[in-house]
């Protein structure tokens, strides 16, 4: 096979077609702090109107000036929320979890969405060191889950009451589709496919114990598991699991990891948000 270096024309047509989505990106940006900067004005103009009102309504009677009010302060909310919104998606990073299905899992799964619980925030939730992006609430059951939207699409962060900060795309789908509410969130165990893509090659069991004990977990079970990875002392099932367990500081439950396998086979590594499918990975989630 012959390979030909770029010619002059078509480095030229590279460049082109990098300086316009560099255009575009750019235009992007600022079409957003635009917008951004006017949701805020609307903002101020509407405080401005609100904190005149009641003089201007005095004369008025008492039902028609609670009606104005409630309205107004309906508006004003409105407002305040699009202000967030527009700031928060000023700050979208390549860096970002990308949910496609986010809002169709969100109410597919029974997530409520309390609006009016960021205005009760105090300060600290908009200060220097809080999280990018437009900060949403929602709850179900026994559950609070803190989002940070990007885009639409997209998250900067995200913390869910019983588990803490959520860092990656498939921990916040597992938080979001978990069914049992309000108890331990958790991704049932499933054996991987033979021709799964994306087998783990470089977790032994030896490399994996070792990595858990540096992290602090303690092993606290080891016995055979029945054919859906439930642990069971009754069952002649020949894959056996081991359960690691480590007690995080300011949290509600431990995190727990299972391996399961053969003693002279590659194990598979599970914890509540589903399978850790590399050594790289299992590290990830014990630094937490």
Known sequence: ???????????????????????????????????????????????????????????????????????????????????????????????????????????????????????????????????????????????????????????????LSSRGPLHETFEVKAAITARDIPGPLAVPFQWPRRKDAAATDDLDWQQATAVLRNYGFTLTDDQPCDSHGVPSSDSDNPVRVQTWTKHQHGRPAPLRIRLYGIADEQPVAWYWAGRIRCLQQLARVCTR
């Open 1 to 159: 096979m012959t390979i030909t270096s770029a010619t002059p024309h078509d480095r030229d047509r590279l460049q082109a077609d990098l300086d316009t989505a560099n255009a575009l990106a750019h235009g992007r940006a600022e079409a957003l702090e635009d917008l951004s900067a006017a949701a805020h004005h609307l903002r101020s103009t509407l405080l401005a109107a609100v904190d005149d009102l009641p003089t201007l309504l005095t004369a008025a009677p008492p039902a028609t000036a609670n009606a104005t009010l409630t309205a107004l302060t309906g508006t004003l909310a409105t407002a305040q929320d699009l202000a967030r919104r527009a700031d928060g998606y000023t700050h979208l990073d390549a860096r970002d979890m990308t949910y496609l299905d986010i809002g169709y899992d969100l109410g597919r799964y029974g997530w409520a969405e309390q609006p009016g619980a960021v205005a009760d925030l105090d300060g600290a939730a908009y200060g220097p060191d809080a999280p990018r992006g437009w900060l949403r609430i929602f709850s179900r059951g026994g559950h609070v889950l803190h989002l940070w939207f990007t885009s639409p699409l997209s998250l900067a962060a995200a913390t």
